[in-house]
């Protein structure tokens, strides 16, 4: 008995995802694009769990969180963290995740792609940063 609960023990202990910190909280002022998804204007924070290759992004306003799958990260120069976002019309698309070390970039969702292709417009107008209250949390 002892040693099925020492087993069960080290294989939760094995299996536990990666923890991850909190990269970037920051108040996005308008609704936005997650992958296929419409995220409200709110408060967010971002996390990135670089064992799994995935991003989290939760809405603090309503406890609601979306995984995010990334382009593979690249290395880049010490910058301050930011959300990054292309513009096409009134709406708006995540692009990039800045942390301070790496950029996650986002490939352009099938709704991102079908707003461009009913505009006769291309991916993006624009990009829009927004930088976190401060750095880190």
Do not use: C
């Not at 603090?60 to 096409?88: G, I, N, Y």
């Not at 790496?102 to 829009?128: H, I």
């Amino acid at each position: 008995f002892v040693t099925i609960i020492g087993l069960f023990i080290f294989s939760a202990a094995v299996l536990a995802p990666a923890q991850t910190e909190p990269i970037v909280k920051v108040k996005v002022p308008f609704s936005f694009y997650a992958g296929n998804e419409l995220m409200p204007a709110a408060t967010y924070t971002v996390r990135v769990d670089e064992d799994w290759g995935y991003v989290t992004l939760t809405n603090l306003d309503q406890h609601k969180s979306r995984f995010l799958d990334p382009v593979a990260p690249a290395a880049k120069f010490e910058t301050a963290p930011s959300l990054e976002f292309d513009k096409m019309g009134n709406s708006y698309f995540l692009r990039s995740l800045e942390t301070g070390s790496k950029e996650f970039d986002f490939a352009a969702s099938k709704t991102e792609k079908s707003l461009a292709r009913n505009q006769g417009a291309p991916p993006a107008e624009g990009l829009v940063a927004v930088v976190p209250h401060k750095s880190g949390i």
